[in-house]
């Protein structure tokens, strides 16, 4: 450990940046928010230290540096580009023991200003000793999509009932069993879902049942029963980098996981490593396990207290269910959130370098389902006859041949383009694009994998220039070339 870490309280501690440039700007934003008076001294100073520096207890000073101006400050910041000055505040401030900090001069500085995860009172820093700047705020940005907005909120909570915790759990052990529940539990989810109120309720709630538990002779108050809560995850089309922020942290808290046929391995190795992984996955014509059977697990394991995630491929409301599954939890009283994911059309257009709508090309997209619930073929070519409106079907690769024929028979061209994209977002993507006439001729040479989806319309015809192929694979030529050697 090179340096040690500390978090220094500078509120309303005098402060002295030397410097008034845009280096001096960034420091002193990050004192200002930590409560610190600040002086900036520099023959002059930039009008946005200025407008950032406007209250009274801050001083500006457009005046070259002198040692006098270190009296009785806490910390020294020097910010400016001329190193014999930069050299002198560090040797005034080592002969007085003021700490201090040179920018972007290592050797130079007592202390250092870390990458930070501003959650407060929640706050991390992440320093390289000044070996990779950037690789530290690589890492606070990572941090940053791991650690909720509402973990400020949920310490402050904490906070103020601190006091009341440790008069009703009297050991320490108990305190940390409790504090450990609520927030990994239902507290912390209603106040990341924004529900403050309903948070301090079910705390206040916890605390009621667990000192209850701890005074069985108290007969005026009766633990409530565990309730879990169930976490309708949309887990994208495959690629794990698609996955929501809340999403993946829902997904690390789960007790238990129900997850279907799109779910990618990479995506569910994401979930919390001990939970237990239930596959339920549903294709055309071979269910493992019926809705009404999903619908009950998800039921009797949230009335366990458990944390339930139903892990759906795509989007739990594009062709998800999701609406059934919510319906069934809402008749059985069971609490329950729905995370949206990025669904199959989304991903593969933008893999594929296909957008669903353009200016020039398509005014609307409609996503339609290759079969009813019935399991029927969808017939209802009559409303796709629009030229200017893209068409994304799902699972409609096993019909291909009967949805082409169907858009013929209506009315539209013989050469509008289609295109089938298998695997979405995944580095085993496939492309192959042809037109009404002559796609299932094409997909006949070489069969693409389910799953797959459809893309009907003008806007198919971007895919040759705006495909982004990186480790994808498009195998639009060599299908073509095939065709043509017949």
Known sequence: MNTFPLFFKLNDQPILIVGGGDVAQRKADLLSRAGAHITIIAPKISDEIRALLFDPKHQLIDQVYDTPYLAGKRIVIAATDDDRLNRQVHADCQALNIPVNVVDTPPLCDFIFPAIVDRSPIVIGISSNGKAPVLARLTRARLETLIPQGYGKLAKLAGDMRDEVKSKIPTLTGRRQFWENAFEGKVSELMFAGRDDEAAIALQQSLADTHARLNQTDATQQPSNPSGEVYIVGAGPGDPELLTFKALRLMQQADIVYYDALVSDEVLDLCRRDADKVFVGKKRSNHTVAQQGINALLIDSAKTGKRVVRLKGGDPFIFGRGGEEIEALRAANIPYQVVPGITAATAASCYAGIPLTHRDHAQSVRFVTGFLKSGEPNQGFASLTNPSETIVFYM???????????????????????????????????????????????????????????????????????????????????????????
């Open 396 to 486: 409609g690769l096993d019909s291909l041949e009967r949805l082409t024929k169907g858009l013929l028979q209506v009315g539209r061209s013989a050469d509008t383009p289609i295109a089938i994209i298998s695997h979405a977002s995944k580095p085993t993507q496939q492309v192959l694009t042809g037109t009404l006439s002559d796609i299932v001729a094409k997909h006949t040479l070489n069969p693409l994998p389910t799953p797959a989806l459809l893309i009907v319309g003008d806007v198919v015809r971007l895919h040759a220039t705006l495909a982004w192929y990186g480790d994808h694979i498009t195998n639009t030529d060599q299908q073509a070339h095939a065709l043509n050697m017949l």
